[in-house]
Nanobody, 124 residues
C-alpha cells in the first residue's frame, strides 16, 4: 500500500530555515515523481516543487526559486525539501504527493497519493 508521511514542520522566525521530509512506503520512491504543495486555510493547494523519478530533475515554482531545494535519499526512501529565507506570508500547510509515475505532472489532479501534511509557522 502506497503511503507518504511528511515531517519536519514547526515554528521558525522569518528568514529562518526548515527541512521537510517526505518518507515513502509501499513503493520505491526513486522511480516516481514526488511533488510538494502548500496550502493556506480556506484556499486550494498550490504547487511548490517536484522531483522527477526518471533523472531526478527538480522543478520549482517561481515564488521559491533560489530559496527551496529538493533532494532525495534513495536508501531512506525519502525526499527532502530544504526551505530557506522563510516568510510569514507563506501558506502554512505542506503536503507531499506522488502521481505514481516518473514525470512531474502539470496538473495537481494527476497526483494520486498524498501525505497527511505538516505545518510550518513563520513568525514575523
Amino acid at each position: 500500500q502506497v503511503h507518504l508521511v511528511e515531517s519536519g514542520g514547526g515554528l521558525v522566525q522569518a528568514g529562518g530555515s526548515l527541512r521537510l521530509s517526505c518518507a515513502a512506503s509501499g513503493f520505491t520512491l526513486d522511480l516516481y515523481a514526488i511533488g510538494w504543495f502548500r496550502q493556506a486555510p480556506g484556499k486550494g493547494r498550490e504547487g511548490v516543487s517536484c522531483i522527477s523519478g526518471s533523472d531526478g530533475s527538480a522543478y520549482y515554482d517561481d515564488s521559491v526559486k533560489g530559496r527551496f531545494t529538493l533532494s532525495r535519499d534513495n536508501a531512506k526512501n525519502t525526499v527532502y525539501l530544504q526551505m530557506n529565507s522563510l516568510k510569514p506570508k507563506y501558506p502554512p500547510f505542506y503536503y507531499c504527493a506522488t502521481p505514481l509515475g516518473s514525470s512531474c505532472p502539470i496538473r495537481r489532479a494527476d497526483y494520486v497519493s498524498w501525505g497527511q501534511g505538516t505545518q510550518v509557522t513563520v513568525s514575523s
